[in-house]
């Protein structure tokens, strides 16, 4: 099946590239409906096979008999077609088709009535036919469904021994019965492609909310189950379904229900399926009579074109047909003007059959349809020349035709020595063989189309998509604006012309039909219970969530270092956070921190020039000089802090911190206990030898090492490293180091503290001690500062985050470092630079009976 249907498709690629550079337009003109009243409409035609030449004057008489205008043109049509096969040398030879028509092969009402009225005065049993007839009847029949099946019965049954019935009407799905109806063969091809095709051009249009109108019958259930599985695939919802009775009575005592259906629902766009001659019909004339403007789609059976008191302009609610898609059929015009001497006007062809031009053509004159009126459409009409265009029925019966004939050909010249005779009388056929043949035809036709008459391996039918708007005067224009074929992948079976919906309706865009608004960037479908899938209610999207497209059910999370923007239609990547020289909370810290050090490397300048005065000698020069610069470390430890973190930073933070602090608070020890021993060397003779010996100066070491030795299980166990944090500001990534062990951080703390606290403990219990330059006291209120410091920080460090918190540390080591500077070595430098009559040794004798020397 592929290697057929391959073929077929470079076959096309062609002709829809010539569709859409020459696209086609139709002109229509409605006859008085009153005229034909009492006619019906549909026809019954018998093919005879004749060995006499049949010359196309034989079909002249077509002209004069009284029918329906549209019943006319399926006889015209069938005649052109026969002509054509006639005429052809290579396709039954010496061999001519004929057919039969009256003005009773129309009227299939009356010719049933004289059927039954027969059947009724002749005792005929069922399936029993007295008369010895070997001849196949072929009949080509354009009635509704059940018009045709009930010709079938009877045919089948009562009038012919051997029946061929072909059907050149709407395809419907109970006539594809094989088994009840197996010499039947449908010409349509069957309706699985239109629900396809409609979807796809209801979504080229961005419309989900549509009404559907179909007849209650087995034909407008099936295209129904079709149109709503496509519509669930897409998310096309119905606004309404009317399912009009077929039945007349059950019908008017409903039409206000279905009429108030339409009227009070918000869609803009109306589906109309089912039997052009049923009750759907009438709703639709009644709904278009009272003039509800909608958008209606169709099939191209549907005869949409106005009467001639019709003066109105809607080109905006126009109506959308989709006709099946085949070549074009030229002479046919010339055909019919040829069967007589008279020449017929295109007005009068243009009754009979839709005609066509080109587009381009007519876009000169009428750029679009609001500048043509009336009077100018009449004389443009008459002015220009037409082609006469098949379409629909009139296509499926020359094609019905061809196939007739292609069947017809290999069981009459199967043997050479079988060829037909008989002296212009028709021919007799086994309608086995003829049927067994038809099944298996398959050929292209003189278009180039594709006709299987296999009804399981039947292609699927491509469409034309029309426009059709109303002219007064019973003038109607059918713009051909694009086409759908289901052979070409998905997403690219629909073609529009934009060029041609503009010229056509004065604008690319049709109304818009939804059941809701878009729900914009930024936020989410939130449908409810017992709504529909395409009526929702619109929510924002949850914080740092987004989506920039429309109509979506759920939205999507930022990244981690991103954040949604305002209007949460797409995310921005955060800002990186952490305390840089350039901020002015780290400028301000970073210059307090080099100030400090400054001013503490000053201070041990002083004390280093005046290292021979009594005040420096007494307060042990080495332990002071190794405070002084272990502050000015435990100044520039915040440096540390500034700037981007790494691993190699946010090590150094921690371990130096600790160390530096360390020396710093274990040499405030060991000059406490060297006052204390000091002033305890005249108690006890044994204090000597620790003074002497220099035993506090031991401390130093020893404390550090302590501490070491905790910062060193602190980077075995779990050292600091860098870390982020992307919750705590909107916005931004915050950068710090993680301490890595909180327990490790606070022992280390822990420790400074258990330090401080025991130099405040000995330097407050000597603070009273005789001596004129006893540090106790400066000893006491540093270790005071130091521990409100850092007892203040525990709070406040866990109570923030960011560079706040880092500030914080920052702050507290700069405030406790400072603290130790001011109130232990400020006091003594004004001493000497300021009051030097102060640092003289008469005056340690004065008020101190043992000083201290510098060793």
């Not at 409409?41 to 049949?54: A, M, W």
């Not at 914009?520 to 949850?542: E, L, Q, V």
Request: proline fraction near 4%.
């Amino acid at each position: 099946m592929f290697t057929l249907i391959l073929p077929l498709l470079l076959l096309d690629i062609p002709f829809l590239v010539a569709d859409f550079i020459y696209p086609r337009c139709f002109w229509s003109m409605k006859q008085n409906e009153y005229e034909n009243r009492n006619l019906g409409r549909g026809c019954i035609f018998s093919i005879h096979i004749v060995k006499q030449p049949v010359e196309k004057e034989y079909f002249s008489h077509i002209l004069d008999i009284q029918t329906h205008t549209e019943n006319r043109k399926y006889a015209l049509a069938l005649a052109f077609s026969m002509n054509d096969i006639n005429r052809n040398p290579d396709l039954l030879p010496n061999m001519s088709l004929a057919f039969t028509f009256s003005e009773y092969s129309c009227n299939w009402k009356f010719l049933f009535k004289a059927i039954h009225s027969s059947l009724q005065n002749h005792e005929i049993l069922p399936n029993y036919n007295c008369i010895y007839d070997t001849s196949c009847v072929v009949v080509l029949t354009g009635l509704n469904c059940s018009a045709t099946i009930t010709f079938h019965i009877f045919a089948k049954n009562f009038i012919f021994q051997q029946f061929l019935q072909l059907t050149y009407g709407p395809f419907h799905p109970v006539l594809n019965d094989h088994e009840n109806f197996s010499y039947l063969y449908q010409m349509a091809s069957e309706d699985t492609s239109l629900a396809v095709a409609l979807v796809s051009f209801i979504i080229y249009f961005r419309w989900n909310w549509v009404g559907l109108a179909i007849s209650d019958n087995d034909k407008g259930i099936q295209f129904f189950s079709y149109l709503r599985r496509e519509m669930e695939k897409n998310t096309v919802c119905f606004a309404f379904v009317s399912m009009i009775p077929v039945n007349m009575h059950l019908y008017m005592t409903r039409a206000e229900v279905h009429y108030n259906q339409i009227i009070t629902s918000s869609t803009n766009v109306v589906i109309i399926y089912g039997d052009t001659d049923s009750t759907l019909a009438v709703t639709f004339r009644m709904w278009k009579s009272l003039g509800i403007k909608r958008i209606w789609i169709t099939t191209s059976q549907w005869d949409v074109t106005p009467s001639k008191k019709d003066l109105t302009f809607d080109n905006i609610w126009g109506t959308l047909a989709f006709g099946q898609n085949h070549g074009e059929i030229s002479g046919f015009k010339n055909f019919v003007q040829t069967l007589k001497p008279f020449k017929y006007s295109d007005e009068y062809l243009v009754k009979m059959e839709w005609m066509y031009f080109n587009c381009n053509v007519s876009a000169s004159i009428c750029k679009t349809l609001k500048n043509c009126s009336s009077h100018h459409s009449l004389e443009w009409l008459i002015e220009h020349s037409f082609d006469m265009a098949f379409i629909e029925g009139s296509y499926d019966i020359y094609n019905a035709v061809y196939a007739f004939a292609h069947a017809l050909h290999p069981v009459t010249f199967q043997k050479v020595d079988n060829i037909p005779t008989g002296n212009g009388k028709e021919q007799n056929y086994d309608c086995k063989k003829l049927c067994s043949s038809l099944r298996k035809t398959y050929f292209t036709n003189p278009v180039g189309d594709r006709v299987n008459m296999n009804q399981r391996d039947k292609l699927q039918g491509k469409y034309d998509i029309y426009y059709i708007w109303n002219f007064p005067q019973g003038l109607g224009l059918k713009v051909k604006i694009g086409m759908f074929s289901p052979y070409f992948p998905n997403g690219q079976q629909l073609h529009l012309s934009e060029d041609m919906i503009e010229w056509a309706t004065g604008s690319t865009q049709l109304p818009t039909s939804v059941c809701s608004a878009d729900c914009g960037h930024g936020f989410r479908k939130f449908i409810k219970n017992g709504m529909s899938a395409c009526c929702f209610d619109c929510s924002p999207c949850p914080e740092n969530e987004i989506y920039n497209k429309t109509n979506v059910d759920l939205c999507v999370q930022c990244p981690e270092d991103q954040y949604a923007n305002t209007e949460q239609n797409h995310c921005i990547h955060k800002a990186l956070t952490f305390l840089t020289y350039e901020d002015p909370l780290g400028m301000a810290l970073s210059l307090m921190a080099l100030c400090f050090s400054a001013f503490t490397a000053v201070i041990l300048g002083v004390f280093v020039k005046h290292h021979a005065t009594p005040i420096v000698k007494a307060n042990n020069c080495s332990l002071t000089y190794v405070l002084l610069i272990s502050l000015i470390f435990c100044f520039l430890c915040p440096l540390l802090y500034i700037g981007h973190p790494n691993s190699t930073t946010c090590i150094l933070q921690q371990i130096t911190f600790g160390v530096v602090f360390t020396v710093a608070i274990s040499t405030v020890l060991a000059k406490t206990i060297t006052v204390v021993l000091a002033f305890k060397v005249t108690a006890s003779p044994r204090m000597k030898y620790f003074l002497v010996s220099r035993t506090s100066n031991y401390i130093v070491p020893i404390c550090t090492l302590i501490q070491v030795v905790i910062c060193a299980v602190w980077l075995g166990a779990s050292p600091p490293s860098v870390d982020t944090d992307a919750q705590y500001e909107h916005g931004h990534i915050i950068i710090v180091c993680n301490k890595g062990s909180n327990t490790a951080f606070y022992c280390a703390l822990a420790y400074l503290a258990c330090l401080a606290f025991a130099s405040f403990i000995l330097a407050f219990f000597s603070r009273n001690l005789p001596g004129a330059f006893n540090e106790a006291k400066s000893i006491t209120f540093s270790m005071m500062v130091f521990c409100s410091v850092w007892v203040t920080f525990l709070p406040v460090y866990h109570s923030t985050k960011g560079k706040i918190m880092v500030a914080v540390e920052i702050f507290s080591t700069l405030a406790s470092s400072a603290g130790m500077l001011g109130c232990i070595f400020v006091p003594k430098c004004y001493t000497i630079l300021f009051r030097p009559d102060r640092n003289c040794l008469q005056k340690i004798r004065k008020k101190s009976s043992s000083p201290t020397h510098c060793s």
